[in-house]
């Protein structure tokens, strides 16, 4: 597969769409969400939309962080293993919930098990860090950005 557009030009070409992007992240992470967590949602809603440019960027930012090698391998089946916290299990399901639109949209009893450890505002910040997210697949997908191999 070959890049469509580089990023480079993508964002020199229209650069909106960085500024956009980037200025919502900037607006998450001005709030209480914590930063790994906020890697671990990336990462799901990225395993979820196959893109490949932005598992190995938030794959990298998460070992970084200090992740666990075990539970970024276990992650697609998050729900196999006891290694990620009741808050954390809440907002893997509400980003597989809001990443997987052609399922049917959140529940209410999805939007109250979520409400159970986060605060209304955590739960716009998390619902805007999956739209981010997700935003920044389809992008990537479109133009067939290609990661760089370390």
């Known amino acids: 597969m ?21 200025g919502l992240a ?49 992650l697609p089946a998050w729900r196999e293993v006891p290694w990620f916290s009741e ?3 809440a907002a893997l399901h509400w980003c597989e919930r ?5 399922q049917g949209h959140p529940s209410d009893t999805d939007y109250e098990t979520l409400g159970a450890h986060f605060t209304e505002r955590e739960i716009l910040a998390l619902t805007a860090l999956i739209l981010k997210i997700n935003s920044w697949n389809r992008v990537v997908a479109a133009l067939h950005f290609i990661p760089e191999r370390a």
């Open 26 to 74: 900037d607006a998450i992470n001005a709030t209480e969400l914590d930063s790994r967590l906020q890697l671990l949602i990336e990462i799901r809603a990225s395993q979820i939309n196959s893109c490949a440019y932005c598992l190995n960027m938030h794959n990298q930012e998460a070992r970084k962080q200090g992740e666990d090698q075990q539970r970024l391998d276990a």
């Open 2 to 22: 070959q890049p469509r557009i580089s990023p480079d030009k993508a964002f020199d070409l229209f650069p909106q769409i960085a500024s956009s992007l980037y």
């Open 87 to 89: 808050r954390e299990r």
């Open 98 to 102: 809001l990443t997987s639109v052609n």
